[in-house]
C-alpha cells in the first residue's frame, strides 16, 4: 500500500514541475527575469479642492537579469479617448517607479498598466481598475476681454485681449485648433491683443472658438460698436483786417472746445494766391499786398473727414508803398508827387467827363431811370441787399454771397468789381 502512494506522490510532483515549467515559458514577463514585488494605487486631490482627480501608481519589480530596459506605460480610457503616461526603466536588480494620472474631464476612468522591454514587446499588462474623477488640469477657456467702450468713434482707443488657456490637449499631444471670426482683418493664433482702434466703422460681433483633439470645446462671443468719428469743427480767426500793409496780420485755425486737431491736415486756399501755403494752425498775412483775400481752408482728420471754412480778409495799401496796380491808394495830401503825364491826362479825363455830361442831358426818361437804379430813394447807393462796409479811407464796399468785392465808383455812380 505504501509503495503505490509513495507511486502516486511522484507522479503528482512531476506533473506540477511539468505545468510550472509551461506557465513560465508561456510567460514573457516570467521569462524576462521580471517579478513584481509590489503594487500600489493612491488618490489623490492634486488642485484641494476636495474631490479626488489624480491616480498614482507604485510599482516595485525584481530582475533576474543582469541589466534590463523596460518601459512603463499608464493608459487611461474615458469616453472614448485614450491618453498615456510612460516611465522608462533601467535596473539589473530592483527598482521601482511612480506613474501618476491626472484626469483631464470629469467621470470615470479606466487604467490599465503596461510593461514593456526595450524592443516594444508587451511583457505584461495589468488592469489598476475604474475611478470617479474630477478634472485635475485647466479645460480649455476662452475669454474676449475689450478695453474701451461698447460704442466708440474711429480712432478710439481700443484693444481686446484673447485670454486662452488649455493643459489638456498639450499635455497629451491633443492640441487643437483656434478659429475667430467677425474682425475686419486677419488674425493669428499668436496675436493675443487685438488693436481694433484702427477698424473702420461698424458693428462689429467677435466669436472665437476653440476645440482640442480630446473633443473639449470653448467659446466666446463679444460685441462693439464702431462710428465715424464727426467731422472737425473750427473757425478762422483774423487779427489785421482792414488794416495797412506791412502791419501785424494773422490768419489762425481755432479748434472747437474739446477737439483735438494737432494731427489734422490743414490745407489752405487764398485767392488772389501768395504761392504755397503751409500745413499749419496759422499763417502770417502781414507782408501781404493790399487787396481783398478769399481764404479757405479744409481740415481733414484721420478717417478723411473734411470739414472747409472761409472768410475773407482785407489789407489796406500803406501811404509809403507804390503799387503799379490799379487797386485804390491812400492819398498823401500836399506830398503826393505829380507829372505833367497825370496833368494831361486829367485834362483829357475832363474833357471825356464833359461829353459824358453831355450826353447824360441829352438821354431820355428812361434812361434816367435807368440812372437812377443804383441809388437809393435818398440818393444814397444801392447795395442791392448786400452787406456793405466803409473802410477808413472813406472807401464804400460790398460783398456778395460768394465772396466777391464791389467798390462804389463815385464818378460814374455805380458798383466795380474789385
Not at 5 to 18: E, K, P, R, T, Y
Not at 383 to 395: Q, R, S, V
Request: glycine share 8%.
Amino acid at each position: 500500500m505504501r509503495e503505490w502512494f509513495l507511486i502516486a506522490l511522484m507522479l503528482s510532483l512531476s506533473l506540477v514541475g511539468q505545468v510550472t515549467a509551461e506557465e513560465e515559458e508561456s510567460d514573457p514577463f516570467v521569462s524576462a527575469g521580471l517579478n513584481l514585488v509590489a503594487l500600489r494605487n493612491d488618490s489623490l486631490d492634486s488642485n484641494q479642492d476636495g474631490m479626488m482627480d489624480a491616480i498614482r501608481v507604485v510599482v516595485v519589480l525584481n530582475s533576474t537579469q543582469q541589466w534590463v530596459d523596460l518601459t512603463l506605460t499608464l493608459i487611461g480610457e474615458h469616453s472614448g479617448f485614450t491618453v498615456k503616461e510612460e516611465v522608462l526603466m533601467s535596473f539589473d536588480d530592483q527598482e521601482n517607479a511612480s506613474l501618476t494620472y491626472d484626469s483631464w474631464a470629469t467621470g470615470e476612468h479606466r487604467l490599465i498598466l503596461e510593461i514593456s522591454d526595450a524592443d516594444g514587446r508587451l511583457l505584461k499588462s495589468i488592469n489598476i481598475g475604474t475611478f470617479d474623477l474630477s478634472p485635475a488640469l485647466a479645460v480649455p477657456s476662452v475669454d474676449l476681454v475689450l478695453s474701451g467702450s461698447e460704442i466708440m468713434q474711429t480712432g478710439d482707443s481700443c484693444e481686446i485681449t484673447r485670454d486662452f488657456i488649455d493643459e489638456t490637449g498639450p499635455r497629451w499631444d491633443f492640441v487643437g485648433t483656434r478659429s475667430i471670426i467677425g474682425t475686419p482683418f486677419k488674425v493669428l493664433d499668436s496675436d493675443y491683443k487685438l488693436d481694433c482702434s484702427n477698424w473702420p466703422a461698424g458693428t462689429y460681433i467677435v466669436s472665437e472658438t476653440y476645440q482640442n483633439g480630446l473633443g473639449q470645446t470653448t467659446s466666446d462671443t463679444l460685441e462693439l460698436v464702431i462710428v465715424n468719428k464727426p467731422p472737425p469743427h473750427f473757425t478762422i480767426e483774423i487779427n489785421g483786417n482792414d488794416a495797412l500793409v506791412g502791419t501785424p496780420c494773422t490768419i489762425s485755425h481755432v479748434q472747437a472746445a474739446g477737439e483735438n486737431h494737432d494731427d489734422y491736415t490743414k490745407d489752405w486756399i487764398i485767392t488772389p494766391s501768395i504761392g504755397m501755403a503751409a500745413n499749419a494752425s496759422s499763417l502770417d498775412c502781414s507782408k501781404w499786398d493790399s487787396g481783398v483775400y478769399k481764404i479757405l481752408l479744409t481740415v481733414t482728420n484721420d478717417e478723411e473727414i473734411k470739414t472747409t471754412g472761409g472768410t475773407m480778409l482785407i489789407r489796406m495799401p500803406s501811404p509809403d508803398v507804390t503799387t503799379d496796380d490799379d487797386a485804390p491808394v491812400l492819398s498823401r495830401g500836399e506830398e503826393t508827387e505829380t507829372s505833367n503825364v497825370g496833368i494831361f491826362g486829367i485834362g483829357i479825363l475832363a474833357l471825356v467827363l464833359g461829353i459824358a455830361v453831355f450826353v447824360l442831358m441829352m438821354k431820355g426818361p428812361e434812361d434816367d431811370q435807368m440812372g437812377n437804379i443804383m441809388l437809393d430813394e435818398i440818393g444814397e447807393p444801392d447795395a442791392e441787399g448786400l452787406p456793405t462796409h466803409l473802410d477808413d479811407n472813406g472807401m464804400l464796399w460790398r460783398r456778395h454771397d460768394d465772396g466777391e468785392m464791389d467798390w462804389w465808383d463815385r464818378s460814374s455812380l455805380t458798383w466795380k468789381r474789385w
